[in-house]
Antibody, heavy 119, light 110 residues
Framework: QVQVVQSGAEVKKPGASVKVSCTAS????????IHWVRQAPGQRLEWMGC????????KYSQKFQGRVTITRDTSASTAYMDLTSLTSEDTAVYYC????????????WGQGTLVTVSS | QSALTQPPSVSGSPGQSVTISCTGT?????????VCWYQQPPGTAPKLMVY???NRPSGVPDRFSGSKSGNTASLTISGLQAEDEADYYC??????????FGTGTKVTVL
């Protein structure tokens, strides 16, 4: 079945970087878009950016521009989200989600990856 | 990009109907018919419930229905059931080719 599975929880110190992976299965990886969304504890969902897997085109939220990089490895059917210069405010669950090209909806979502930033 | 505005909470008894509003601007909700609704039970990942304002993915009960008027979209849950208790988020594609989510609404089944 179609699914996206993320890497495990991370604990990072302020100022460090984190790289979260999202591995797809059950569909043609290059035909879709992968989005990254985060959710701080008790807070709303927040869109971070996305990558069109087929042509490597990326789009980022202005809020994270310059700090986030989304990449993909088509041979591994995996997308990555790299966030730098971490602060305690980056403590959150990070989700990846699939979008059908031109679909404008996210389905399915990964299980989420908790990133904790603490000294 | 400011978040779309949703009521913090709505509640209803089993069998009743509840409606959640989602207010944006003429640059997102009002510009495109690209509004979605996601259900998120506690501690789980979001699940798509409605896309393109009023379409339901396969497997989503027809108790869930969506609509839009101007800059405000709405999700109605008819025949409320205990399993519908969760947080609900709207989202919209924007004129900047980005996405924005709503502030979230907690649905409580009394």
């Amino acid at each position: 079945q179609v699914q996206v599975v993320q890497s495990g929880a991370e604990v990072k110190k302020p100022g460090a970087s984190v790289k979260v992976s999202c591995t797809a299965s059950g569909y043609i990886f290059t035909d879709y878009v992968i989005h990254w969304v985060r959710q701080a504890p008790g807070q709303r969902l927040e869109w971070m950016g996305c990558i069109k897997v087929g042509n490597d085109d990326t789009k980022y939220s202005q809020k994270f521009q310059g700090r986030v990089t989304i990449t993909r490895d088509t041979s591994a059917s995996t997308a990555y989200m790299d966030l730098t210069s971490l602060t305690s405010e980056d403590t959150a669950v990070y989700y990846c989600a699939r979008e059908k090209l031109g679909g404008y909806w996210f389905d399915p979502w990964g299980q989420g990856t908790l990133v904790t930033v603490s000294s | 990009q400011s978040a779309l505005t949703q009521p913090p909470s709505v509640s209803g008894s089993p069998g009743q109907s509840v409606t959640i509003s989602c207010t944006g601007t003429s640059s997102d909700v009002g510009y495109y018919n690209r509004v979605c609704w996601y259900q998120q039970p506690p501690g789980t990942a979001p699940k798509l419930m409605v896309y393109d304002v009023s379409n339901r993915p396969s497997g989503v009960p027809d108790r869930f229905s969506g609509s839009k008027s101007g800059n405000t979209a709405s999700l109605t849950i008819s025949g409320l059931q205990a399993e519908d208790e969760a947080d609900y988020y709207c989202s919209s594609y924007t004129r900047s080719s980005t996405y924005v989510f709503g502030t979230g609404t907690k649905v409580t089944v009394l």
